[in-house]
Every structure is written in structure tokens, then in C-alpha cells.
């Protein structure tokens, strides 16, 4: 499971990657076509209920908003960004 806003964060790194290293675009393409067949819900974040987790842990709204769907469906949160990591172990 993952906010609805996946697409676009991935969307935007597909978008930068292409552009940095234009040699490997066809790799890159086989990366997003996976990812595009990958099977995981995205449920839609209340924007509102993120900006109190975003304020209180320094977060911007996107990290926010995977901060907000882990603790809404208690689930483990996992991510590779410190600043998300450091405010999910403060909860």
C-alpha cells in the first residue's frame, strides 16, 4: 500500500533519471514499465490529517502523507529517507 501520490514521485525520478543518464533509457524504461505492472494499493491521503504530522516532525507533505497511511492502517513503515525514518522511530 502506498499513497495515491506514488505515481507522480515515481513519474518525476523516471523523469530526472532520463534526463541525467540518457544512455541507459532503455533500461530505465524497462524499470518503469515494472513498475507500472507492480500490484499495490494506493489509497488516497486527507491532506488535512498530514499537515499535523508534517508540522510536528519537520516533514514535508509527501513524506507526511506515508507517515500518516502506515500509522492509519497500522502497518510498519518502510522507507530509506533518514529524516522519515528519524520521525517514525519519535512517534
Do not use: N
Amino acid at each position: 500500500m502506498a499513497p495515491a501520490l506514488i505515481d507522480y514521485e515515481i513519474g518525476s525520478v523516471y523523469l530526472k533519471k532520463i534526463k541525467a543518464y540518457p544512455h541507459l533509457r532503455r533500461q530505465l524504461d524497462e524499470c518503469y514499465r515494472i513498475y507500472c505492472e507492480s500490484v499495490f494499493e494506493r489509497i488516497d491521503v486527507p491532506i488535512s490529517s498530514v499537515v499535523e504530522i508534517a508540522e510536528k516532525y519537520s516533514l514535508t507533505i509527501y513524506d507526511a502523507s506515508y507517515f500518516w497511511l502506515a500509522i492509519s492502517l497500522s502497518l510498519d513503515l518502510v522507507t530509506l529517507d533518514e529524516r522519515l525514518t528519524a520521525a517514525w522511530l519519535k512517534r
